[in-house]
T-cell receptor
Framework: NAGVTQTPKFRILKIGQSMTLQCTQD?????MYWYRQDPGMGLKLIYY???????DKGEVPNGYNVSRSTTEDFPLRLELAAPSQTSVYFCASRGQGAGTEAFFGQGTRLTVV | GESVGLHLPTLSVQEGDNSIINCAYS??????FIWYKQESGKGPQFIIDIRSNMDKRQGQRVTVLLNKTVKHLSLQIAATQPGDSAVYFC?????????FGAGTTVTVRA
């Protein structure tokens, strides 16, 4: 099993550009998450999904969009990149239930200039 | 806002000593409390969790203690090794929710 795979690993965007961060998991997990991690800080939840076709906002959703057309994929879309979106983005997945272990991808380091 | 936080942002430990990392939480309704380890350049990795109806759980070289009276969670690492150098996060889980605190950076001195 590959686990959770994120692409790309690094990206530099200009202000106003858009991009999609890809996330795919092969563990048939229902729950998927997108977090951002600013330097020296914890993980802040952007969006989450409890299953295909169902998504909801987390703590910091402004400037982002998501979709969940399949169980495996949970892409994160940035429409108009801003310097405040410079961060490391992590995708995670876990099975259904509060006691299930979450698995994280390796992260995408995004810089907006 | 965040309902999980850590007492100290950094911890320096002598190799071979025991480490204790602390966390305070505010959401008493959480079902599970979890510790994650994040090594440089990597995503967080699960270490151990504890259900809210327990007060202690042991793993390999790690012990998690939960004190619901004072809403306090701790991670004890026995015989700390250089490979334990990382950022440690506590998190709380309630059904689909998974919330993280700010993290403690542990540095192991040789």
């Amino acid at each position: 099993n590959a686990g959770v795979t994120q692409t790309p690993k690094f990206r530099i965007l200009k202000i106003g550009q858009s991009m999609t961060l890809q996330c795919t998991q092969d563990m048939n997990h229902n729950y998927m998450y997108w977090y951002r991690q600013d330097p020296g800080m914890g993980l802040k939840l952007i969006y989450y999904s409890v299953g295909a076709g169902i998504t909801d906002k987390g703590e910091v959703p402004n400037g982002y969009n998501v979709s969940r057309s399949t169980t495996e994929d949970f892409p994160l879309r940035l429409e108009l990149a801003a310097p405040s979106q410079t961060s490391v983005y992590f995708c995670a997945s876990r099975g259904q239930g509060a006691g299930t272990e979450a698995f994280f991808g390796q992260g995408t380091r995004l810089t907006v200039v | 806002g965040e309902s999980v936080g850590l007492h100290l942002p950094t911890l320096s430990v002598q190799e071979g000593d025991n480490s204790i990392i602390n966390c305070a939480y505010s959401n008493s309704a959480s079902d599970y409390f979890i510790w994650y380890k994040q090594e440089s350049g990597k995503g967080p990795q699960f270490i151990i969790d504890i259900r809210s109806n327990m007060d202690k759980r042991q793993g390999q070289r790690v012990t998690v203690l939960l004190n619901k009276t004072v809403k306090h969670l701790s991670l004890q690492i026995a015989a700390t090794q250089p490979g334990d150098s990382a950022v440690y996060f506590c998190a709380e889980s309630n059904d689909y929710k998974l919330s993280f605190g700010a993290g403690t950076t542990v540095t192991v001195r040789a």
